[in-house]
């Protein structure tokens, strides 16, 4: 086992870990933050997104040990206590999701895409989630829902 | 199912685009999935499966795996209940494998450890030893003189005398006369098409936790579109009696019908019995692939004949499908649905529904009809074009109304088919130009939907607000539909109804949320358990007042008297009556129990262009409409969600998904970088339009909106793509390697 320091969602953490355990199981099985999803194991859905140091990663392909010394960011971090992220308020609006199972990655994932890019094209925002797979919604709603948030944020900063 | 009343204007909740209630635990990471919850003590399982397609089991030797440090007991199939039969036989066979595997990825054993990484090493240390057997994957060549026999003595009475044993179940349907029809015609095309086998792809895997005591009592927790399914064959799996398992559903990550049969959960159910200790089990996406429902692959031959003004003189349709190593394909849907738009003098399909050795097939949105409509619609849109007839309006003139004799039997009732063709004529899309290398599809399809047996109960609390329990699990926001219905006839505020996915413990049996039924049959249930409890309202303010109950009506959340005559009392508002509840008879709660059958059947318009690149055989959809009957929309928003969602899965069906099997029988790509669904960047807006013709079977008139929108893409992809690269494809998906070879085959002969 291996003893790991880290940061999740702003708060220092500390746990033990088996060398081949993947963060996105230390994430769900140890600490408890369920809201990542396993939906393939191999990075390929985007379901466990979280960041790592502000870096867009899928926490399947990342191991448990890796998060030392780290800033973990995940879904549950997204929201300021009782206060939801204008992101999840319009996801909610915009009825963004339907079985709810690939949101945590997709939010996390726009989170990080309106970060770096606050005013995107269409084009951009589908090639930035191409990595975060929903098989309810045909993404017309996710898209719809990520580009007015953007818009609301650029006029409100 | 007649109405005492029928509501079909000034709704106040209803049609309104409210939001979910279960949006903020779903943005915030709280709502908990199937594989998000521990019992203390748990262990976790990991399932030991076949890698050969076809194989006698000679031995199962756990000696090396059950000396891990951690590991805590097995399963095969000797721990499962014997002296089943028929179709519950077939679902443990699939569940655990008996004598023989029978596909890639079929189950054989399965352990439990104190950790997923324990179970799994030890999953690898035990030792099966197969014997080898022949095998088939495809459906055409399972039925061959010379195929290997999957399993002996699985046809029924159905099948015609001389046919191979793996063709388990017959179907043929019509009426008329196909042979004088095509006499009549102007114009007969007939053709061949081939579909692949397709996965739901809900991004969820299979998930459970189960306990189970030596004395038969249980508990489990697990996703899936109905919790009393799993209840009942779990029960039957482990051989204890139902109502010793409560059974509750969590919330679930997509279905598409994929989730309507049990796989891991009595395995789960039969560790935990054996270890004594709490199990969870959580699939792979591997396992997903190789081992739950896939849909059927097909093998088709349609013929139709038309008259030179485009009216239909007969069709004619013969549907093969396999569904794996067990009966069960859909060919019977298939064959119904594949003219049920079109009222037809003379008309026949025939079904076959055939055994190969794949897992077995599960439903997935509207099962069986996607195929037919690619078929249908194909041949309709050769004829049109070699006839030079409009596709929108040869359907017209030959669409199904009320009174027409639909194909494979009924009379239709009130239904909207024209009257999604006539949004579709007129939608800015169908006239816009197109840029050189686009073509443009249409097609209709359509789903029968369904009611089956449902259970709803609606407790008042004494403030005045309202506990609603549905038995029907939400697959698309469903708990919003209900939570509107029900303030609808409270009269209250939609937050002042909390609706909730009840455990099996409380309410009669509910079937699984398929067959587009929820919003139809909870929602009928809902608005019926509503209505009793409106009615103990009215009573108690009627001994309030000391008049009769008939003097009472129920009016904005408030009892009134009826008229003048019944008396001049102040209206009595839901909370003051609640508040008093207690001393004036007791708790008020309406329920409702029934098995609805006027679903109303549903049909849709979908107009799509798409781009090829001759070169590469790439295809882009650049512009999608969907134009269907929603009966009446509750949820506006939501109901758009069901059209996009089938449309997209339609477009990943008809242009990349297929399930791809090597000559040794096992699938090639079971994970989603190889099985690849449409991503964001695949797909454009979606558009659609919501036609609303009442269903007369429901109170406000709703139909099913789930499965119908999944009905036209194949098809209206495939005129679109056909028309686009200027030849003809008849084999799904249209993937770059299958459109290059079809352009090089017009070209070379």
Known sequence: MIHVSTKINGDDVEFLCDPRETLLDTLRDKLGLTGSKEGCGTGDCGACSVTMDGRLVCSCLV??????????????????????????????????????????????????????????????????????????????????????????????? | ?????????????????????????????????????????????AIIRSPHAHARIVKIDTTKAAALKGVKGFVTRADFATGLKGGNLDILENVMAGEKALYDGHAVAAVAATS?????????????????????????????????????????????????????????????????????????????????????????????????????????????????????LCAEMLGMETSQLRVTASEIGGGFGGKTAVFIEPVALALARKTNRPVKLVMSRSEVFRATGPTSSTSMDVKIGMTKDGIITAGEGTFRLQGGAFPGAPMEFTAMCAFAPYNLENVKQVGYDVLANRPKQAAYRAPGSPMAAFAVESVIDELCKKLDLDPIEVRLKNASKQGTKASFGPTWDRIGLVETLEAAQTHPHYSAPLKEGQGRGVSCGFWFNHGGET???????????????????????????????AAEELGIPYDSVRATVADTATLGYNEVSHGSRVTYASGLATIKAARAAVKILCARAAAKWGIDEDAVVWEDGCAKPSGPNAGDFDPLPIEKLTRSMGRTGGPIVGHFEATPE????????????????????????????????????INPTYVEGQFQGGAAQGIGWALNEEYIYGEDGRLQNAVFLDYRIPVAS?????????????????PYGVRGVGETSICPPLAAIANAVSSAAGVRLKQLPMSPPRILAALDKQANG
């Not at chain 2, 049609?15 to 019992?39: C, E, L, M, N």
């Not at chain 2, 240390?125 to 055409?140: A, G, N, Q, S």
């Not at chain 2, 019509?174 to 114009?187: P, T």
């Open chain 2, 116 to 232: 997923a990484l324990i179970a799994r090493d030890a999953a690898k240390l035990v030792e099966v030893e197969y014997e080898i057997l022949p095998h088939v994957t495809d459906v055409d060549k399972a039925m061959l003189a010379d195929a290997p026999v999957i399993r002996e003595g699985a046809a029924d009475k159905s099948v015609p005398e001389g046919m191979h044993p793996n063709v388990v179940r017959y179907h043929e349907s019509g009426h008329g006369d196909v042979e004088a029809g095509f006499a009549a015609a102007d114009l007969v095309v007939e053709d061949s098409f081939l579909t692949e086998a397709t996965h739901q792809g809900y991004i969820e895997p299979h998930a459970c936790l189960a306990q189970l005591g030596k004395d038969n009592k249980g508990e489990l927790w697990c996703c899936t579109q109905g919790h009393w399914n799993v209840q009942k």
């Open chain 2, 455 to 485: 259970s709803v109960t609606l407790a008042l609390s004494e403030d005045g607000t309202a506990q609603l329990s549905v038995g029907t699990p939400d697959i698309g926001g469903s708990r919003a539909s209900m939570a509107q219905m």
């Open chain 2, 682 to 698: 695949d797909l454009p807006m979606i558009d659609t339009v919501i036609v609303e013709v009442p269903n007369p079977g429901h």
């Open chain 2, 598 to 633: 006027g679903a109303g059947v549903s049909f849709a318009t979908h107009i799509v262009d798409a781009e090829v690149d001759k070169e590469t055989g790439q295809t882009k959809i650049v512009r999608y409409t969907v134009v269907q009957d929603a009966g009446k929309a």
């Open chain 2, 1 to 45: 199912m007649a109405f005492d009343d029928v509501k079909t204007d000034n709704f106040k909740v209803v049609g309104q685009r409210v939001k979910r209630p279960d949006g903020i635990d779903k943005v915030t990471g709280k709502a908990k999935f199937g594989a998000d919850v521990v019992a203390p003590g748990m262990l976790f399982a």
């Open chain 1, 63 to 157: 191991l448990g040990a890796e998060a030392e010394g780290k800033e973990i960011e995940t879904v549950e971090g997204i929201a300021d206590g009782e206060n939801l992220h204008l992101l999840q308020e319009k996801f909610i609006e915009h009825a963004a999701l339907q079985c709810g199972v690939c949101t945590p990655g997709i939010l996390v994932a726009t989170k990080s895409l309106l970060e770096k890019h606050p005013d995107p094209t269409e084009t951009q925002v589908r090639y930035w989630l191409a990595g975060n797979l929903c098989r309810c919604t045909g993404y017309d709603k996710i898209i719809r829902a990520v580009m007015e948030t953007a818009a609301d944020l650029r006029e409100a900063s």
